[in-house]
């Protein structure tokens, strides 16, 4: 029988001198009982269709042609449901903001009854590169700023985001025709935006609310952080399952807390189960950040099992000092290390013996080679990419004669060195959904996510 983890259960599950954590667990998603009035109002059902939408109803019979032409009109606790099609924005913005909790289900046929998101009824969240078009997240929920009557912040209520392929590929701006490596200044001469340095997915939640994402599809982001990011506050959990990152720069999944207290009874928790995060790349060519799997915050609490985390250009999970179980994840092919804590770098084999902050009723954590199921044009184009150090491009810098480097040298302080052009001609290559999908499909030995049922 699986176990639900209650606060009180979890805070004992962390106590070093308790007993056994649990080989699986559960999270009890029900929200705070005392949820605030704006936030505890039913919601309606919204329908969007991108091939028989229009106007602004949004009902089955009438839906509406795009999330962001209704977003104006979502009020607390809506569900959206949307069908199978490619999703620009409104005005092909490329990204829409939303400011209350809503519940957004992807992947339906034109009926609303049947759902296939990975397979034949695809939602797509993407735009285009176009200069002066949004460059923020393709989905931001944001709910931490909303109050009530009385100007207090609005708590509880629940954030679902399930079924949405979020694509950046078209958002990005590529140096050649070939898509190899993308560019993170725009081109107003070309028209062209820079490449979004933002993620995906990103929610940002109000204290004692909840948010679940899954059976998503981030690839081809750019940001700094995460590709999938989730800040829970004070009181709330996050449920993040059954995902695939891939090909992504920053981290490819990033859990944050947004409370800073003392009292562990009041620690965001999060359960991080099944996802596979692979391709995440480092910032830029010359970058000494990014490029992890997952990375978890401190000050919350995290069970983060059965996973697949690999090829990582830094590594696996960085844990900023959280509270943190991991069991059964399996880790491949990361440069730097599997698992960093604060600064010690370490791999799989020494994570129990060295880790200072990892529960060590951790277990089943394993590295091992798995074939990847990538189409032979990407892995050739991944396979041929060339690693760029920092040290290298320091060395060979200069500092040149200039007025100000004479001055900087009669005031003693260092001299300013001339730029040096090195850039990587292969870095975030453009993979397509076609060939980053079977990726996902299916889990290693029950590791990993898998195309949604």
């Known amino acids: 029988m699986k176990k639900v983890l209650t606060l009180a259960f979890i805070l004992f599950l962390f106590n070093p001198f308790g007993q056994d954590a649990p080989r699986s667990s559960e999270i009890d998603m029900s929200i705070y009982p005392k949820t605030s009035t704006n936030f505890s109002k039913k919601g309606r059902m919204w329908y969007i269709s991108k091939n028989k939408g229009s106007g602004q109803l949004g009902t089955k019979e009438r839906p509406a042609k795009d ?44 009926t609303f009854t049947k759902r296939d998101p990975w397979g034949a009824t695809k939602t797509i969240f993407t ?24 100007s207090q912040l609005s708590e509880g209520s629940e954030i679902v985001v399930d079924g949405i392929i979020f694509d950046n590929g078209p958002r990005n701006r590529y140096h050649t025709t070939k898509n190899y490596a993308i560019r993170r200044q725009a081109s107003p001469k070309s028209g062209q935006n820079p490449s979004p340095e933002s993620g995906g997915v990103v929610i940002t939640a109000s204290k004692y609310m909840n948010v679940t994402v899954q059976n998503c599809v981030i690839m081809n982001t750019a940001p700094t952080q995460g590709a999938l990011s989730v800040q829970v506050f004070k009181g709330g959990k996050g449920l993040i399952q059954n995902n695939l990152c891939v090909n992504n720069t920053g981290q490819g999944i990033h859990i944050k807390t947004g409370y800073m207290g003392s009292d562990k009874s009041l620690y965001p928790y999060f359960l991080v189960r099944n996802n596979t995060s692979l391709f995440n790349w480092k910032h830029d060519a010359i970058a000494s950040y990014g490029g992890n799997a997952l990375v978890v915050e401190r000050n919350l609490i995290a069970v983060v099992e059965n996973n697949v985390f690999g090829f990582g250009h830094m590594g696996g999970v960085y844990s900023k000092g959280a509270d943190l179980l991991m069991n059964n994840n399996l880790f491949t092919g990361n440069s730097k290390y599997d698992y960093k804590e604060i600064n010690s770098k ?18 089943g954590n394993e590295s091992v080679l798995i074939k990847i199921n990538v189409s032979e044009r990407w892995a050739n184009v991944y396979g041929n990419r060339q690693e760029i150090r920092r040290e290298d491009v320091d060395a060979a810098a200069s500092a040149s004669n200039s007025g100000a480097n004479q001055l900087r040298s009669m005031l003693g302080l260092n001299l300013q ?12 290559p453009l993979i397509t959904i076609e060939e980053a ?3 996902g499909a299916m889990p290693w030995n029950g590791k990993g996510c898998q195309r949604p049922l």
Do not use: W
């Open 417 to 428: 060195a001339n730029g040096v052009a090195m850039d990587a001609e292969i870095f975030l």
């Open 437 to 439: 999908l079977p990726v």
């Open 67 to 110: 999330l962001g032409n209704i977003i104006h009109r979502l009020k607390p606790n809506d569900v959206i449901f949307i069908a199978g099609g490619t999703y620009l924005s409104k005005g092909a913005r490329g990204s829409d903001e939303i400011n209350v909790p809503v519940k957004i289900y992807g992947g339906f046929d034109e």
């Open 127 to 150: 735009g285009v590169n176009e200069y002066m078009k949004s460059t923020q997240p393709r989905l931001y929920i944001r709910t931490d700023q909303q109050r009530e009557s009385n």
């Open 346 to 363: 370490m791999k799989v084999a020494d994570i129990l013996d060295e880790s200072e902050f990892l529960n060590q009723y951790s277990e």
